[in-house]
Every structure is written in C-alpha cells, then in structure tokens.
C-alpha cells in the first residue's frame, strides 16, 4: 500500500524558513517524479517544484513565483523528499501537498498518490 506522509508545516513569519518533508512508504521514491504542490482557501491547486531522479543526477524544476526561495530535495536511501522553504511571504499560506507521479509535468492532475497535507501559514 502506497502512503505518502507530509511534515513541516506550521506558523512562520514573514522572511521566515520552513523545511517540508514528503516520507514515502510502499514504492520506491527514485522511480517516480516527485511533486510539491499547494492549494490556499479559495484557489486551484498549483504547482510548486518537482524533482527526478536519473541514474546520474537529478532533476528539478520550480514555479515561477518560489525560484530561489524554494528547493526541493531528496535522500533515496530515505525515500523522503524536502523542500526546503525560505524567505516566505504571505502569498506562500496554502496546504502543500506531494504528490507522486510517472510524468514529468506540472498538472496536478495527472499525479497518481497524494500525501494528506501540511498547513504552512505565513503571518505578515
């Protein structure tokens, strides 16, 4: 049985720093594209960053709106994903989710497991 179990979330200030962790149970994370993603009140969920796995290196790519604030990374050997959150605004509040997918793209929608979410509030 897949799960993925998402932690880190809390309550931060502006110009603060948060370190999200996606621990994956059932499969192998280093088979898969990994995914951030994040969903605030009122709003469609949106992509944040996502990472693959080669056989000799990564991949990564982020939205727009955290390149150079956010970094995602992972330990296989962990089969855990980060992302490493700094510099938060308020426009960063929302639930983050990740997400495990077969396809390197940014739709949410084509990402076959989910984790329950974190909160991450950012106050001004």
């Known amino acids: 049985q897949v799960q993925l179990v998402e932690s880190g979330g809390g309550l931060v200030q502006t110009g603060g720093s948060l370190r999200l962790s996606c621990a994956a149970s059932?499969?192998?994370?280093?088979?898969?594209?990994v995914g951030w993603f994040r969903q605030a009140p009122g709003k469609e969920r949106e992509f944040v960053a996502r990472?693959?796995?080669?056989?000799?290196?990564?991949?990564?790519d982020y939205a727009d709106s955290v390149k150079g604030r956010f970094t995602i990374s992972g330990e296989n050997a962990k089969n855990t994903v980060y992302l490493q959150m700094n510099s938060l605004k308020a426009e960063d509040t929302a639930v983050y989710y990740c997400a495990l997918g077969s396809r390197l793209t940014t739709n949410f929608q084509e990402y076959d497991y989910w984790g329950q979410g974190t909160q991450v509030t950012v106050s001004s």
């Open positions: 990472i693959r796995w080669s056989r000799v290196l990564s991949y990564q």
């Open positions: 059932g499969l192998t994370f280093s088979r898969y594209v």
